[in-house]
């Protein structure tokens, strides 16, 4: 099992760029909940870093734009989202109903802990 992280923002350095500006200027209008609390202006938050390490799983991070290629069949699913993904004709989310769930977390330890629960549930 892998888990894929899906951001709601597409990949790109211009979209990069932009995007710290919206998270700093009006981070209440900002569309990607995952974003804003695992990312500072410009890179990975090390407790997420670290905490994600520690998860000894395989690990996957995907832009809008890329997951809508990679898993064309999920194209409906909210987004942020994360999955577990045990191969190409498997992948549920995670954290269900993940996108709720993510955007209720103000903060990286709450997404931590709902990480966690979610993952002591999987069979």
Known sequence: MRL????NADRGL????TDSVHKLLSPGTYECRLCQVTYGAFAMRRAWRDYLDGLGLPLVF???DEFLGTYPALTELPLPV????????YALPLVPPAPSTIDACTNLDALIAATN???QRRP
């Open 4 to 7: 894929v992280f899906v951001y």
């Open 14 to 17: 211009f979209n990069a760029a």
């Open 62 to 64: 995907l832009h809008r």
């Open 82 to 89: 994360i999955l577990t993904d045990g191969g190409p004709a």
């Open 117 to 119: 629960e979610a993952l």
